[in-house]
């Protein structure tokens, strides 16, 4: 009877724990995209300052009030500047950081085809 | 000739580097975004600090007037150094101070003001630290000059004889 009690319990807390687990992971993704922007270096998520705690209900308030992800990211674009945001946008003081990769990626690209391939 | 092309452009390469490096260091690590001036205060509603009762953003900031806004709290030690010159603009009298404080014990926080003596002449609750968040501050202390409902001048930190004197050149 205690074993049965038991799975009835845990049957009823599934769907209870899955809800809440899908508002936690999206609180999560969201809070580690967050740059804290007093402790250096930390994302929101990583840390437990004053500041990174606030803004951590903040973002659940902001769940609950049915924001979506990007409405979040662009709420805080505009109280702290992109700044705030780990992954930054395309834009004139960014281009050379979305750029440089791609840029890189074709130089050595054309070394490896000139030193390796044409020369087989 | 291929023998020394390569260790001179190693050279080079190490040498710019360390420019770079070397010219990063100077700067500082510390990031203060762009304090976006003339920014519209953002409208909410608290609880007064005295009376408990709920009160909205409007109520408290009038147009036409200047106001100060201080995050505070009675844990905060930059807060202690900077509140003689918080009473010391309340005495010139020519600035509403209003005090936002911020994730604190209330009864701590009455302390602090007996103690020290209470320039505020509007004091509202921010329990959990969203609404400086709303404010776009970081932590305590920090101090905004509003007029027209607009941010004029952002302070980080605590103030000091310096900034007053910037203050008061803002009021007059």
Redesign the interface.
Known sequence: MKFLRFILIVILLIPLSNINAEEADKRNKITKNLRCLICQGQSVYDSDSEFANSLKILVDKKLQEGLSEDQIYEYFKNKYGEWILYDPGLNKNTYILWLLPLLIFLIGGAIIYKRFIVKK | MKNKILPFSVIIIFGVIFFIFYKGLEDS???T??INTKKEIPIFNTKDFFSGENVKSSNIFELDKIYLLNIWSSWCVPCRQEHPFLMKINTDNKVNIIGMNY?DNLKNAENFLKELGNPYKEIFIDL???L???W?A??VPESFLIHNNKIIKKYIGPLNQKLVDEINLFIK
């Open positions: 690590k510390i990031y975004p762009a994730k959990d630290g969203t400086a968040i709303e776009g970081y932590g």
